[in-house]
């Protein structure tokens, strides 16, 4: 595996993608002096250049690219060199129009924005394979490249594609699936609604049908069609890692995207790098925000990963783009390393005078370096220098919330009981709790080892193959605490029904089965009361349960299922596992969840923190960092406890006698030595 790239930096890392080919030569020199003033050490460059380095099969343009990167190396700026592979150039789309992608209205996409390549296409996988070939050759021994950003947020714009050539290869992977026809026709369910297909021709990708299209064929082209864009990926890492072994790669992730299964893409990459975007106008923003670094952080268990992207300022594509306000830059950016991030870039580095991002912000914005954001880009680069302590600190957590892609995408298809469901907000939920009681946590797939773990929440796993079936199982035996929410266990890997229904494989764990599901008519509210006076309303949803050795813990107490169980709980191996069977109101499902972190121990990191004040540790071999963050527009006064009295102020914070006051937006790290 390749050094990862602060191993080389000894900083944290802290720049933004270049693009200078949208700049005059003179200005480059004017970049690099910024650059050393904002204590830039790292820049991602030519994401966007294919047409500027490549005019034509065999044409190539790599001298203002040299001369760029001699430039940066000169003044002592790294560079994560791009593949380039991400918007195809218009010379390639003339000449291959079977390049462009094609949706499932049967619509071929245009040239004219980017991304406009369908992922199943030898043409653009040959042309980005010469492309990637090229670059590695002539830039991997390059002194200021110390690693690699492999196309750009695949599937962003372009996530699947349903053209000829993708149905072909649809095939192909289909055919590497299931052994045989019959193999397909079984778990596809075409029995139903006369599909059963007699030879792999008659395969289609799910395009636009009079009907809901086959669930479990849909699934697959789910799965498919996040492995299309995965093989690119891999294609052009194949490249690399045979021409520069030593140099990291990467591609930025975009928080929990749902068309790709990002702890499989994580699993092909030296390290983890992601954009995020939150809305400065959504006072909620942190809080989303929070759960995608703690899976940036998860993806690979725990290891250190980079911001690739966030705006210094406002962005350009919302309907209606806030800027950030004073100290959310700054505030926003100690979030991504209080939760595991070993850096902080942004898009962009020089904002653009044309094209459509115009007025996206950049660190150097179109008034120049005399500005509110170049100010407070510069201050932040200075901080980021008194930081390097926790370049090799981590998170830890006790806590795990469950989830799974295959099961999220399953759970959202058409025809089900309820299209109230949405995985996220699910996940959210529970995250919100856990996050205002600074509870660390990991977001893991089921199959993954959870033997860390004292409690793990499953607020959805509609869809459970046997592997995590026979993994909670364990967990479960083992002394684990789990938590399953409702409509969970409902289907097999093909989006099959388990034989006798939900719960099936997880049955014996949970104690239970699911007689009927229930959805709540519209506006209805229903009552929860259960044991330690618990008292809860709920509504959307609700199921018929039938206790079969677990215990009733909470029941419903009006409404259609008035009596019925609510919440049960069963004593498994040595652990327990806890099934909702509503959707709570949010304090409800927090009186639950402290319940049961309290009875297993685990406790929040702060006494009677402010409810917008966020907190976590990175511990490292030798010292431990404490990060906290103001995420309201008052001031906030923390109260700390007695195993961080004495350790030393690395940044801001005023501090009384056992407490720390923190400005609007305010953040403090203190490091203590172990
Ligand atoms: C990202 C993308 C960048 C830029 C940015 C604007 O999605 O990777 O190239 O477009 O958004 O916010």
Known sequence: MANPVWNTLKDLAYGGDYNPEQWPEETWHEDVALMREAGVNLVSVGIFSWANLQYGPNEWHFDWLDRVLDLLHQHDIFVLLATATASPPPWLTKLHPEILPVTAENIRLSPGGRQHYCPSSPYYRAASKTLVEQLAKRYGNHPAVVGWHVGNEYGCHVPRCYCDESAQDFRRWLKLRYRSLEELNQAWSTAFWSQRYQDWDEILPPRVAPTFVNPSQQLDFLRFSSDALLECFKREVEVLRRITPDKPVTTNFMGLFKPLDYFRWAAEEDFVSHDSYPDPADADSPVAAALTFDFMR?????????????????????????????????????????????????????????????????????????????????????????????????????????????????????????????????????????????????????????????????????????????????????????????????????????????????????????????????????????????????????????????????????????????????????????????????????????????????????????????????????????????????????????????????????????????????????????
């Not at 680069?381 to 919330?401: F, I, P, W, Y």
């Not at 469901?421 to 993954?448: A, C, F, G, H, M």
């Not at 959805?460 to 409702?486: C, F, T």
Request: charge should be negative.
């Open 298 to 674: 998860s993806a690979r268990h725990g290891q250190p990963w980079l911001l690739m992207e966030q705006a210094p300022s406002a962005v350009n594509w919302r309907p209606h783009n806030v800027p950030k306000a004073d100290g959310q830059y700054r505030l926003w950016s100690y979030q991504a390393i209080a939760r595991g991030a070993n850096g902080v870039m942004n898009f962009q580095w020089r904002a653009s005078r044309g094209g459509a991002e115009k007025f996206h912000s950049g660190m150097v914005p179109h008034a120049g370096k005399d500005t509110r954001i170049f100010r407070n880009v510069a201050q932040l680069g200075r901080e980021l220098k008194h930081l390097s302590d926790v370049l090799d600190s981590q998170l830890s957590a006790e806590v795990a919330l469950v989830m799974d892609w295959s099961s999220w995408w399953a759970l959202e298809l058409d025809s089900h009981p309820s299209s109230r469901l949405s995985l996220t907000d699910q996940l959210l939920r529970v995250y919100r709790i856990l996050w205002r009681k600074n509870i660390s946590v990991d977001i893991v797939e089921p199959s993954s080892d959870l033997s860390r773990y004292k409690v793990m929440v499953a607020p959805n796993l509609y869809l459970v193959s046997q592997p995590a079936a026979e993994n909670l199982a364990r967990y479960v035996e083992g002394g684990g605490e789990l938590v399953m929410g409702y409509f969970s266990s409902v289907v097999d890997e093909h989006d099959v029904v388990f034989p006798n229904g939900a719960p099936g494989p997880l049955a014996d764990i949970l104690g239970i089965r699911v007689e009927e599901f229930w959805p709540l008519a519209d506006g209805l509210t229903v009552d929860v009361h259960g044991m330690n006076g618990f008292r809860s309303t709920a509504d959307i949803w609700s199921e018929l349960i039938n206790l079969k050795g677990a215990e009733r813990w909470a029941a419903f107490a009006s409404g259609p299922l008035n009596g019925h169980p609510a919440i049960t709980r069963n004593l498994y191996g040595h652990g327990r596992a806890w099934y909702v069977a509503t959707h709570l109101h949010i304090d409800g499902l927090d009186t639950l969840l402290t319940h049961i972190l309290h009875t297993v121990g685990v406790n929040p990191l702060l006494i009677n923190a402010p409810e917008m004040v966020e907190a976590t540790v990175r511990r490292g071999p030798h010292s431990q960092h404490l990060f906290l963050l103001n995420h309201s527009a008052n001031e906030a006064h923390v109260q700390l406890d007695s195993t961080w009295r004495g350790s030393s102020k690395i940044v801001d914070g005023r501090i009384g006698d056992d407490s720390v006051y923190l400005s609007p937006f305010g953040v403090a790290v203190f490091s203590k030595t172990d």
